[in-house]
């Protein structure tokens, strides 16, 4: 799962989907395609949206997204088209290309939606994103 930041909307997409697998079958991180946040909590309101909703996302501690991931994960989540743009230039090659997905095309194909950014936002925009989150996560469950 990866974002900007790794403090809003990736920990909450890791810690929506980490919910809903076996973790003996799957693993699940995040990160951000920029280093602002390395070894820090996620941002307070994404602890409290998760916490609303029975998560605890404290073990998480910021990460910026690494070439290294291609060889690790089959699918890497990106949050935004921007992030999409960001993590695609990083790829070697079409293998590694046609690993990056937009999450929110999990529910609305082909419609390139991003999951808004709820840094400079209210409380309100982190429910709205739990939302869109918890919905695609449901759908890469039932894919998987
Ligand atoms: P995120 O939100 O990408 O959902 O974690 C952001 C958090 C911090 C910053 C940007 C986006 N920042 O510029 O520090």
């Known amino acids: 799962m990866v974002c900007l930041g790794n403090i809003c909307r990736s920990p909450l997409a890791e810690g929506i989907l980490k919910a809903k697998i076996d973790p003996d079958k799957v693993q699940v991180d995040s990160a951000g395609t920029g280093g602002w946040h390395i070894g820090e909590l996620p941002d307070s309101r994404s602890i409290d949206?998760?916490?609303?909703?029975?998560?605890?996302?404290?073990?998480?501690?910021?990460?910026?997204?690494?070439?290294?991931?291609?060889?690790?994960?089959?699918?890497?989540?990106?949050?935004?088209?921007?992030?999409?743009?960001?993590?695609?230039?990083?790829?070697?090659?079409?293998?590694e290309k046609q690993k990056v997905r937009?999450?929110?095309?999990?529910?609305?194909?082909?419609?390139?939606?991003?999951?808004?950014?709820?840094y400079y936002g209210g409380d309100h925009g982190f429910e709205n994103v739990y939302q869109m989150l918890d919905q695609a996560c449901e759908k890469i469950v039932s894919r998987l």
Do not use: C, W
Request: cysteine-free.
């Open 49 to 95: 949206i998760a916490k609303k909703h029975g998560l605890d996302i404290t073990d998480q501690r910021g990460k910026k997204f690494s070439a290294y991931d291609f060889e690790t994960y089959d699918y890497i989540f990106v949050m935004d088209n921007s992030n999409y743009r960001d993590v695609i230039r990083m790829a070697k090659n079409d293998s």
């Open 102 to 118: 937009l999450i929110l095309d999990e529910i609305f194909p082909g419609e390139n939606v991003d999951v808004p950014d709820p």
